[in-house]
């Protein structure tokens, strides 16, 4: 017997030796101390023998099944770090000295604008908002003056889901969310509405080298006691002045939407051809880019702030637009086209 535990002793570190997996290693665990293991072999034979030889022969298996789980545990910590170090050496290897001047990306030229005009309207108090891209027909059109069959509906149709959403045509969607999120700290607090909400807007429209089907605007909201048009005007001002650091020349002209009243379009002079007419201002020379206007007193109603008291006024600025505008890019297309080379040659002028 004792020939045999001395040679059981032996068989397992050479088995031990041999294995390269942890998996492998299970079936040793199982050989030696399993259910039908050799060792409990072993100390069903203790039943033949009888006094102090059986107590000696007990005493030596259970040393071999102590040394035998005590040296597949080490075997199995041995294997899972040759397991991990061969797992990190297959994994790509990074040189950690390589310079950094790589191509880092850059930011598209909307993004660009769009955190000009944020800076901008920030820097005069204004709030930035967030607002989702799927919004029903009550945020789109009816909170903002819009009913079922209104004609102002033509000029914007859009996607549809099955469930009666839509992919937002303007950010006038947010007007309502926005009149409601701070009216109660006009009411109660006389802290004026002061909001601009950037988004993505979509319209089932036909293409062309100002109309995209995808473009982004940027709306603004300012509400208290006393604003009147020269707020709007100022604020358009600063804003246009900011962005393009030169003079341009704008104009004025009134235009329609429900839920403002009056309304006006606010054109600006084509930069890409200097007003003389080409292809990117429709051959006009003037580009439609910020329609604005008081907003209507039916819309705060909307929005529980009560327009006896309380006025102000709204612009729905064509971000799209403004950033072909500003960085020369004659048709609006190519933002969407996804031409790295072309998108990446602008950069942010506050970093000049
Ligand atoms: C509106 O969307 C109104 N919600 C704007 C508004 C807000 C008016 C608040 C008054 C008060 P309009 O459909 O004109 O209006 O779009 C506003 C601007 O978005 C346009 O002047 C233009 O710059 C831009 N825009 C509109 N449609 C497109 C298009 N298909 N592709 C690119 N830019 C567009």
């Given amino acids: 017997m004792d020939n045999k535990i001395s040679s059981l002793r032996a068989q397992l570190e050479d088995e031990l030796s041999k294995i390269k997996s942890t998996v492998d290693l299970d079936k040793v665990r199982v050989a030696y101390l399993g259910k039908k293991g050799c060792v409990t072999e072993l100390l069903k034979g203790m039943k033949e023998l009888s006094g102090e030889s059986r107590k000696e022969f007990g005493k030596k298996v259970n040393e071999l099944k102590q040394l035998a789980a005590k040296r597949i545990e080490e075997r199995t910590e041995e294997l899972k770090k040759l397991e991990i170090e061969a797992e990190i050496a297959a994994m790509p290897q990074f040189d950690i000295t ?6 880092r990306g850059s930011y598209h ?20 908002e967030d607002y989702a891209e799927v919004v029903t027909d009550y945020e789109c059109f009816e909170s903002v003056n819009i009913p079922k069959h209104h004609p102002a509906r033509d000029m914007q149709d859009t996607y549809y ?7 937002k045509s303007q950010t006038s969607a947010a007007q309502n969310a926005i009149i409601k999120k701070y009216g109660k700290g006009l009411k109660e607090n006389g802290v004026p509405i002061k909001a601009i909400f950037p988004g993505r807007c979509f319209r089932n429209e036909a293409t062309d080298a100002t109309h995209e089907n995808t473009f ?13 048009i020269s707020n709007l005007i100022y604020f358009m001002k600063t804003m246009l002045s900011e962005v393009f650091r030169k003079d341009i020349k704008v104009r004025l002209r009134p235009g329609f939407f429900p839920f403002v009243e009056p309304g006006f379009e606010l054109d600006i002079n084509c930069l890409i051809c200097g007003g003389d007419g080409c292809p990117s201002c429709n051959h006009s020379g003037w580009l439609e880019l910020c329609p604005c206007g008081m907003i209507h007193p039916e819309v705060l109603k909307e929005g529980g702030v009560d327009p006896e008291e309380y006025t102000g006024f709204a612009f729905g600025l064509g971000l799209t637009r403004l950033a072909m505008m500003k960085y020369g890019i004659k048709d609006i297309r190519d933002l969407n086209s996804g031409r790295l080379k072309a998108l990446a040659q602008f950069t942010d002028d506050d970093k000049e």
């Fill in 109 to 128: 030229p909307i993004t660009l604008v769009q955190r000009q005009c944020e800076s901008i309207f920030k820097s005069m108090g204004f709030t930035v």
């Fill in 161 to 167: 889901l099955e469930n009666g959403q839509l992919l």
């Fill in 216 to 228: 982004f605007q940027m709306e603004g909201v300012m509400v208290d006691k006393d604003i009147s």
């Fill in 98 to 103: 390589t310079p950094a001047d790589l191509d």
